[in-house]
């Protein structure tokens, strides 16, 4: 079984500032890491995901993601925020092969004008 | 690709009322799931459906919630009688679960009240 903790419900931040959203998981088998992302009165949206290979992995909007196995985090970090990257965020693993996607409890990050 | 569709987007009705959930996947996938969001749970899998098949239902609050996919194209989640504890977004999720990854994609969500 697979566990993810996002250590953040909120986090206010000052636009064109850089963010970090926490995500740490547990599991006992190989992983896949997603970020996903929920704008107000939408469904969830695939932001980036870690699959094999580069740790370090990139979404078209400038978000970035490293997978840290030691340490079993996937941070979400982009060096400058919009106001447009208001939304709640959610860190999601599943075990290699199955069909089980288990979520955090999001993170809203709020970006201030 | 028009995406998940979901219908209602927004469904009020009263305690004791049956609440009919409509899903139409993303076309080729093979893999559908449903999924209830709330304040205080934050995302919970109801229920898994594999080639129109349920393969585990484990997370079907009560017997009072009932999902059925009859054909590759449409899947149902069925609420009699509603409660008032039973108002959240719920979410319909499709894969193609030939894919290498686990990638699900979700629709818009429909938001139930019950009163």
């Known amino acids: 079984a697979q566990s993810v903790t996002q250590l953040d419900s909120q986090v206010p931040v000052f636009e064109e500032a850089p963010v970090e959203l926490r995500c740490n998981y547990s599991?006992?088998?190989?992983?896949?890491l997603f970020w996903y992302v929920q704008y107000p009165n939408q469904g969830l949206q695939l932001l980036l995901k870690?699959?094999?290979?580069?740790?370090l992995v990139e979404s078209i909007n400038g978000f970035e993601a490293e997978f840290n196995k030691s340490q079993t985090s996937f941070h979400l970090r982009k060096p400058s925020v919009h106001i447009s990257d208001t939304a709640e965020y959610f860190c999601?693993?599943?075990?290699?092969?199955?069909?089980?996607?288990?979520f955090g409890k999001g993170t809203k990050l709020s970006v201030i004008p | 690709d028009a995406g998940v569709i979901q219908s209602p987007r927004h469904e009020v009705t009263e305690m004791g009322q049956e609440v009919t959930l409509r899903c139409k996947p993303i076309?080729?996938?093979?893999?559908l799931f449903w999924y209830r969001q709330t304040m205080m749970r934050g995302l919970e899998l109801l229920i898994y459906?594999?080639?129109?098949?349920?393969?585990?239902d484990s997370g079907m609050p009560e017997d009072r919630f009932s999902a059925k996919m009859p054909n590759a194209s449409f899947s149902t989640l069925k609420i009699q009688p509603s409660e008032p504890r039973d108002s959240a977004v719920y979410f319909c999720?499709?894969?193609?679960?030939?894919?290498?990854?686990?990638?699900?994609?979700f629709g818009p969500g429909t938001r139930l009240t019950v009163t």
């Open positions: 999720a499709s894969r193609d679960q030939t894919g290498a990854s686990n990638e699900q994609y």
């Open positions: 870690y699959l094999s290979g580069s740790t």
């Open positions: 999601a693993v599943s075990g290699a092969g199955s069909y089980q996607l288990t």
């Open positions: 599991s006992s088998v190989s992983v896949y």
């Open positions: 459906f594999n080639n129109n098949v349920p393969i585990d």
């Open positions: 076309s080729g996938h093979n893999s």
